[in-house]
RNA sequence: GCUCGGAUGGUGGAACUGGUAGACACGCAGGACUUAAAAUCCUGUUCGCCCUAAAGCGAGUGCGGGUUCGAUUCCCGCUCCGAGUACCA
């Protein structure tokens, strides 16, 4: 029989799970190996052919990595919470359970049909409360966690309870919000508990609090800034607001310098780690305290009473430049600015606050060029030189950052320079480097410095670190490192995700007992908000713990499930009887993730929560490593590939029902349609299938090339709407799974983005069934000799054994598909049907085309099924080994001639031989040959 | 603006530490088999020059320069494309 791919495919994928052949135990005497995917949201539009290009290469490793004789771990699992669902519900009203269990069921079918090795008893769904009781039980033990600096771990907040009652505040460091209070043992035993518990919640590590938010009226709910894009959401794109709301958040920024530290050590891509850099944003610098002598400012600042006198604080990584600042300018939303403004300069002030606020978010971030601002009317004091300093407000000034106030120094600040220039505020050059003071700032660090008081002459370093010191003695400022990262705001005004399992007592938040978990999400008569505008728990009867007291209404964002799913595959599905969410032999025979795949765009988002999540399940003892993914790989994007007609418009301006083919439309007035890329074969269109394509084309003329309609052609987004979604189901009906695997895989660099050309499939097609052709005679019996292999076949067979591990170590994936062709197209010729030679080629290429190198190894009379678990063969280096080699001779690196000449002689025998050389001769037309440069069994370069 | 990628035939791409540029495949052209088509197989295919072929010559990895016996690869300067990020003090 010819090549069935059909029949073979099934019938294997059938065998795998009846058999569970990709179970894995969590011991075993072979070393272990955890190769996972990012797990899929199942979308309703199920899988297109981008979305399995990073499931085959993990697939692919993974099965290489069996028959290199690892344990391996390789699931899949869905990241089943999530807003279509319930956007589907909102507009239909069926529940997200059901759409979702849907969903996942057509994406099992789709993974199913191409081979995949997982392990599915392990599979796990975020929405799944046997799973969600996890994330519930980790989010409870981070609000039961603060961070302590002095360990630079989280600890248990009964600790931080017993620091209190020993010693209060006294010498604490830690992790909390700005506004914790000072207090001693004493005073903190006579708090009553409400106090005690506020207090608390400012240094749990997830905590209630009235913050700043992301909030998307049209999706009734709070994003994080990830989750935010240009001013719009992420998912649907509506326009996003700031608002002031009670929300839960995380306290990430206690990691920051972890996170940031955490990256040299992993093997991850560098623009990768670079965005997470950029990200947690690390500045290094100082905070000075401008003070503001009482009488020197109109209103009465109660903030300086009984500790000294008021004080601007702002943030600033060049504090050398400190005698170069001539002016402050604050952010219009800070909190002295009504306290400073002077009456004459009331009007332009609130006309300037007023203006601010009408801008929105994107006209702030696309006017970067309009300098603004308005003067206060009062002055601060310079720290050092006590000169008065002008206090202005301005929106370059953000009150997110730092401290919302910045010290202005026009000579070394380009913002600060236009600034000065518009309106008349002194430039004062600091360095004898810097030039151009009157076209622009120069924020050079070189030279040294000028009138610059006590640093005057000094250099960067040096300067710094005397500035540091002088601030420090006059309490006016100190060293610090300043972080862009932010807490992640971790509540969601919506019905499709985890409850919060928080109930609330006296308006203060209360954990629910553990006991009660999980925490299950209620039914609800519709998923919107309720007539007062809660979220949509609030519609469900009887929400409350122990009939009594209020939950909370809000439910955790999309990313709580998926910052610690690795560590549930750990879990067999006895383990998952246990009262626990990965038993701790699991964790520590597993350990780590080893290979991760998946997509750049979880970058700042899911790569950083789950880094997070995982050092603070560290610190509290349940997991063994400090960072959970050793290595990760971005597996590029698919994109779209959308083919086009060229409809001919009449004079009138109208559709004809006329189309012309690509080459010639630039003789008419056309309109481009999108046509359905499945109707097209190598730009080619099927006429007969575009006439079936809509109705109103089934009497479409055509104006042929060369016989043929050619199609136009452009790289879109995949989508629907363009008609270019190619399905995997399409490719595997036409030419089978293990075509599709190795013709992903054969398209190009897996990291690399590229667009979907099912041109060429073909060859991949043609390739396996030249495979199968091995292993038979014309008449397509199965036909295989025992007899002893040609050096060439051996040579043939040992390439392609070395070249595919070294692919596979280095996720070079495509060449390695080249390579099979090579190797199939060498046999061919030898005719080679030696089982000492195809029995090992069927195991190099099982990783590749699983199911048809199980077929061939049942063929070859082996134990069915076992061919996953068969070795690797040992590359022989000794059938590789030549004794001559054709070496390229080039004149002056102009390759001329190739002369075979034996390897084992020396550079001295070889110049003979080129010496004595009648065609070389005439290359050389009398010049004298200068020096002979000979790499052996390189390259022979003659200089003349 | 800043950061990080990338640019090689008609197309996808290969060339791993500087050593024969264009592997492998698609497409295209021609041929064999066939009544015909499909399938399969064979030959050619970077561009230019030479009537054609063989042979040969010249150019050639976005552009300009450099290092080197030798550069797609290393260095400097630019152009274009893509991604991320942005008054971050």
Redesign the pocket.
Known sequence: MDYQFRDIEKRWQKFWAENQTFKVDNSSAKPKYYVLDMFPYPSGAGLHVGHPLGYIASDIFARYKRLKGFNVLHPMGYDSFGLPAEQYAIQTGQHPAITTETNINRYREQLDNLGFSFDWSREVRTSDPDYYKWTQWIFMQLFNSWYNLESNKAESIDELIKIFENSGTAGLKAVCDDDVCIFSAEEWKELPDTEKQTELLKYRLTYLRESTVNWCPALGTVLA??EV??GYSERGGYPVEQKKMMQWSMRITAYADRLLQGLDGIDW???LK??QR??I?K?V?ALVRFGLTPGSYPGSLSFGEGRGEAFIE??????DTIYGATFL?I?PEHEYVAGLTTPEQETEILNYIDQTKK?TELD??A??????GAFTGSYARHPITNEPIPIWI????????????????PSG?Q??WLFATKFGLPIVAISDAQTNLDKEADSTKEGHYINSGIINGLKYKEATTTLITKLEELGAGKAKV???LRDAIFGRQRYWGEPVPVYFKDGLPYLIDREDLPLVLPEVDKYLPTESGEPPLGRADNWKYKDDLEYELSTMPGWAGSSWYWYRYMASQEDRKQDTFAPAEAISYWKDVDLYIGG??H??GHLLYSRFWNKFLKDLGYVVEEEPFKKLINQG?IQGRSNFVYRIIDEEGRGTNKFVSNGLKSQYTTSALHVDVNIV????LDLEKFKAFRPEFANAEFILE?G?YICGVEVEKMSKSKFNVVSPDDIIERFGADTLRMYEM????L?????W?T?????????L??FW?LFHDDEFNFNVSDEEPSKAEYKALHKIIR?VE??IE?F?F??S??????C??EL??LKCNKRKILQDLVIVLAPYAPHITEELWSLLGNAPGKLSVAAYPQFNPEYLVENE????V?V???????LNISLSLSQAEVEEIIHANEDLK??LEGKNI??I?F?K???????V
């Open positions: 800034n990830d894009k240009d891509p560098d623009p670079e965005m950029n990200w944003g500045s610098g702002v943030f600033t990584t060049r504090v300018v952010a801008k702030r971030m006017d970067t060029k309009t300098v603004s301005a929106d370059y000034v953000l009150a997110g950052y730092g401290t919302g106030a910045v010290m202005a120094v600040d913002r600060d300043n972080f862009r750049s765009e970058a700042t994007m074969m190598n730009e080619i060369n043929k054969f398209l190009g660099p990291e690399q983005s590229k667009p050309n041109n060429g499939i073909e060859g991949v097609f043609k390739f069934r030249k052709k070249k070294e692919d280095r070079s495509n060449t598909v080249s390579s099979f062709m090579i199939v197209n061919t010729d080699f054709s070496y390229p080039s002056n690196g102009k390759t001329r001639m190739n005439k290359y200068k020096k440069i790499v069994g390189k390259i022979i370069n003659l200089v």
